[in-house]
């Protein structure tokens, strides 16, 4: 099972998961969110990055150009629609990037993903997964933490995913993320 650390926006949250290795961390470029960061940090914390973790831009509803800026810029190498995005949208998305979509809520035939989240991102509101409908892998996130991980375990997601469930005082904190990766790990649920 993978793991995803959302919200990255210091270099200190980068200097974490190059020791805690997650397997992709997430940069925020909706509007108007507090961890959302620019393109400029962002190319910064993204060439501090270790190698093997692969960094996911999440948008909402943001032109098709901004997103494929940041690919060619190599700032990202997975791309998370998190509005509603249409299927013509990501079908022409698709074709203009070489990296994988994750699309929030919705399956589209054309991302390669699809994330299920609570309706705040970035809250900690835990997500009702009861209503699930899984076809294709999948995401999940939405209030995940140390203490509830391990139900979420439970629904076999192809990655578990959080933001302020490692956060202290809104900052990404060591100690939680280190417990939340090794929990996502370990063999038991
Ligand atoms: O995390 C954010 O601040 C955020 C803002 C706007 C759109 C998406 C956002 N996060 C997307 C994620 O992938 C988060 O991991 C997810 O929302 C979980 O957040 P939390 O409930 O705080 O763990």
């Known amino acids: 099972m993978k793991v995803k650390i959302c919200g990255m926006r210091r270099k200190e949250d980068i200097l974490y998961a190059n020791i805690l290795k997650p397997d992709y961390i997430g940069f925020i470029f909706a509007e108007g969110f507090k961890r959302q960061i620019s393109y400029d940090l962002a190319y910064e914390l993204k060439n501090m990055l270790d190698k093997d973790i692969k960094a996911v831009g999440v948008y909402i509803n943001q032109p098709m150009e901004y997103i494929i800026e940041a690919v060619d810029k190599k700032i990202i190498d997975m791309i998370q629609l998190h509005g509603n995005e249409s299927d013509e949208y990501i079908k022409e998305l698709k074709e203009k990037v070489d990296v994988p979509i994750i699309n929030v809520y919705r399956i589209s035939e054309y991302a390669d993903y699809v994330l299920y989240d609570g309706k705040n991102p970035g809250s900690g509101e835990v997500f009702d997964y009861k209503d699930i409908d899984i076809k294709k892998p999948f995401f999940i996130a939405g209030g995940i933490n140390i203490d509830n991980v391990f139900e979420f375990k439970k629904l076999s997601a192809y990655c578990i995913d959080t933001s302020s469930g490692v956060e202290v ?21």
């Open 169 to 189: 005082n809104g900052f990404k904190d060591f100690s939680k993320m280190e417990e939340f990766i090794r929990r996502v790990r370990l063999w038991v649920i």
